[in-house]
Structures are given as C-alpha cells and as structure tokens.
C-alpha cells in the first residue's frame, strides 16, 4: 500500500504546467486552465483559468481553487 | 479495535487494478472505471472512467476524485 | 473528558460483526447490512448492504462507505 | 487564547448525562436525547433518541452522530 | 508568512466577550449573541443566543456551533 | 513536488493588503474586499467586506470567513 498512498496526488503533481478540467461538487460548473501549482489538500492555483457553467464561460484568469470543494481533476484534451 | 483501524482503507486498496463503481454524495452520478491508486482520504485515480448520470454516459478517461465528496465504492460486477 | 475522548468511536466498534443502519446526509438514503470493519473517521466496511431510498431498495454487496458522509449510525433491530 | 481553544468541546462535554438537542446542517432535523458520549470532533454518543422533522417524530434509541454533519448543540430544557 | 498564519483565529478570538453574527452555510440562516469562547477549528460557543431566518427569530440560549458549517463570522454592531 | 505543495497557499498569502474576490460553495454570492490575513486553511479575515448575491450587495465590514466553505480565491481587478 505504500505507493498506493502517494498516487493520486502525484497524478495530480504530473499534470503542473499542463491544461487540466476541474469540475466542482454541487454546483453544475467546471474550471479549465493551466495547473500552475498544488498541494497535498489538492487545493490548485491555476492560470488562464476560464469558469463553464450552463449560463456560459467567464474568464478568471488567476485563481486559486480550495481542494475539498473539487469532485475531479483530469486533464484537458 | 486495532484491526478495525485500517480495514476499510485496506478493502479499498485490494481494489486497485479492478473496476470499481464510486457514488458521488450529493449529485445522482457515479464514477466506473479500473482503479489506478488510491491514499489514505480515499482519493482515487482511476482510468478508462465513464461518469453515468441521469442524463447519459460519458467517457473521462483518466481522472482523479477527491476522496471527501465520495459517498461510497465497491467492486463493479 | 478521557473516556469521552474515544467513546462514540468506540461505540461502533462494538457494533463490528452486527446488522446496521447507516443514514446518510442530504441523500434521504440509508444503507443496511452488516458493520465489517470501521476506522477512526468512521469509514466503513459493509457487507450484504442494501440500499433504501424513496425508490425502493437496491443490493450493493460489499461497500466501503466514506466516514463523513455519515450522518448517523445505530444498531439494526 | 488557552482558554479559549479547549472551551466549546468542554461546554459539550458538561453536557454529557443531560438531555441535549443536536441540530443537523441541511437537513430541517434534529436530534433529541441523553447525550452518552462525545469526542473532540463533537461526534456524539446518544441515547433514548428522538429524531424530529417536519413529518413527526421517530425513535431512535441508540445512535451515534457524525460531528462534521452537526450544525449546533444545545441543552434541552 | 508567520502572522498571516494565526491571524483569522486570532480575530474571531478578538471578539469573545462581545455580540457577533455567525452566518452558516447553505442555510439562509444566522444566528446572534455573545461569543463565550472558541476555539481553533472556529468551533464558538455562544450566550443569550438569538437564530434568525426567513421564518423569524428564534431564542436558543447557550449553544455550541460547530465551526466547520460556519460561512462567516463578524462582530455585530 | 517540494514546490508544489507550498504554492497555492503563498499564491493566497501573496494577496494580503490586496482587493480580492472570494466565490463561496453552493451559495451563489461572493465577498469582495481587502484581505486583511490569510492561514494555512485558507481562513480569511477580510476588511471592508462587501458580500454579492442575485439579490444585491451588503455592506459587511470586517468579517472572518471559513476556509472550508470557500471554492475560490482570485485578485480583483
């Protein structure tokens, strides 16, 4: 188990400097952008960050995401 | 108590490389998909996932979920 | 406070090997089955679980259930 | 600030063998009962409990509460 | 970074003693009176405790709040 | 990843003194105002507070808001 318990924040870790899709629990809405940096919580700071919801996209540009708010984290193709 | 400490994490991990179906709390989808990796907060990395909610199926690919919005996950039959 | 410190958790210890009733949060959902094993976040290991919702009941096995998404846990009468 | 970090988990704890009434977030419910035990996440032990909602009353009886689930605790008079 | 990390704590600490307004989330709820004590995790005990909602006011007393379903937190004027 | 982990949260920290735009979960409003400090939950302790929703903007002040129920953090331009 112990490569077990470093995997998925390492997945997370190899998507840095990459587009990435982060859909938000509850709320109907996506942030996609570039991965500038994250931590263990998988809170991200993400740039060129554009926010889709049913309504649309808003631009956001910088932001920081709080990790225990985020469902999933893929990259972006 | 001891063994009960660490049996559902365990029962978790003796899932990775199976496929899985994870339900999400609080938003009438879930995730099926083989499990990568998993950690301690049951954070998973799965691959080849499909979300399927009300509305259809749609393929993810690779993905990790956050293990706090996870409602529950068992082997997928 | 010493004994109160590990009492609730404890509490469900006890209930390991029994039939339980485990409601969950926002879901108007509950699941029953048998406690397998627990942790200290109150995850959750059961078996032969059946789920119940206004919709009926559906049979999910074996589960693992995140802690805290747990509202509460009682012994199955 | 001493003081102040250990206060609001030592007011639940005075409350321990008294009949207390637990307020869930998100839910339009609370609980009523003996309050048995409590730990520092504010997970609770109760007793000869009384679920309350808008469609009446339920008895409970023995049940343990997730603390993250609790919004506030109060003595019941 | 070192002052940065106490400061929140250490302002809600700043207003024991005095009236504050406790909003919660996803409630449409608040709740007012006299911060007796809190702690870390913003866990507050509160006095002379008035909830106040859409319905009304509603006289609670003493009560403990858990801190993790608090939004905000502000000295009530 | 020694980097990574320590990023979003100095992104944040490099925001103190500095108008931002805090967007709170499930809520549909956000707060705009100084940052006054930050910590390493992400508890924010904002001056000249003005909270937006659907229905208009309200004049809050000083307030400390609850890192958990924030999903993100960006500066306002």
């Not at 490569?3 to 996609?32: A, H, R």
């Not at 940096?37 to 998988?42: K, T």
Request: some cysteine.
């Amino acid at each position: 188990m112990v490569s077990g318990i470093v995997l998925p924040i390492k997945k997370v870790n190899s998507l840095v400097d990459q587009n990435i899709s982060v859909e938000i629990k509850d709320e109907g809405c996506k942030f996609e952008g570039r991965l500038a940096a994250m931590d263990e919580y998988l809170n991200l700071h993400m740039e060129n960050t554009v926010e889709i919801t049913a309504n649309g996209r808003r631009e956001l540009g910088d932001v920081v995401i709080r990790g225990n708010n985020i469902l999933s984290i893929a990259p972006l193709n």
